[in-house]
């Protein structure tokens, strides 16, 4: 089927067109409308970097409260300085429920039986009597588990007058008290 001609019918000399007819995007164009839309969010973000950086130091609730509900003090209570209690350091007790584990660390034979002996002989729950798992230990170590046990082990210490009383759970167990008798422990041979 045959139209007659109309004006629609002729393009125009240039590309510049207009309405529904429009010439395609140059790359100026395109490259502007992403500068446009960078420059936009670089903006907007700096401007709520900045209202958030000023709300920030306008509003402190930790001052504000601090200040107004501190009372006011004299000179004289400003004086006093505050003591803080210190913690009491455990006081060696003997506890005969706790099971005492002895060990021979210094390789010198009969040494483990004789303490063992003298802390039975002094009420101590005595259990396990061998050898440690070497023969290098130059200083007795009475190890328990816990703080809370720390008394019993410095009552072991003042029993047997040598050693030092340590927390360690990778040696002793809950309720446990391991007595690891060092070179130092041959002075109890006697």
């Known amino acids: 089927m045959k139209y007659p001609h109309d004006r629609f019918d002729d393009f125009p000399a ?3 067109r207009r309405g529904a007819h429009r010439a395609p995007r140059g790359r100026g164009s395109k490259l502007a409308s992403w500068l446009i839309a960078v420059a936009s969010f670089v903006l907007l973000v700096g401007i709520g970097v900045g209202v958030m950086w000023m709300i920030d130091r306008q509003v402190q609730f930790t001052s504000q409260v601090a200040e107004s509900t501190a009372p006011e003090t ?3 209570e400003t004086a006093q300085p505050e003591t803080t209690p210190t913690p009491e350091a455990p006081v060696a ?3 005969p429920n706790i099971n005492v584990t002895v060990l021979n660390g210094a390789g010198v034979s009969g040494l483990a039986g004789t303490v063992a ?3 039975t002989a002094d009420s101590w729950n005595v259990g396990t009597v061998t050898d440690a798992d070497n023969t290098d230990y130059g ?3 009475v190890a328990v588990n816990s703080e809370a046990d720390m008394g019993a082990a410095l009552g072991v210490v003042e029993a047997l007058g040598i050693g030092e009383a340590v927390v360690d759970p990778a040696v002793a167990q809950p309720g446990e008290l391991v007595v690891i008798v060092g070179a130092d422990g041959t002075s109890l041979l006697g």
Do not use: E, N, R
């Open 14 to 16: 240039s590309l510049k």
């Open 93 to 95: 007790t003997q506890d």
């Open 74 to 76: 004299t000179a004289a």
């Open 139 to 141: 200083t007795t170590i």
């Open 117 to 119: 002996d003298t802390l």
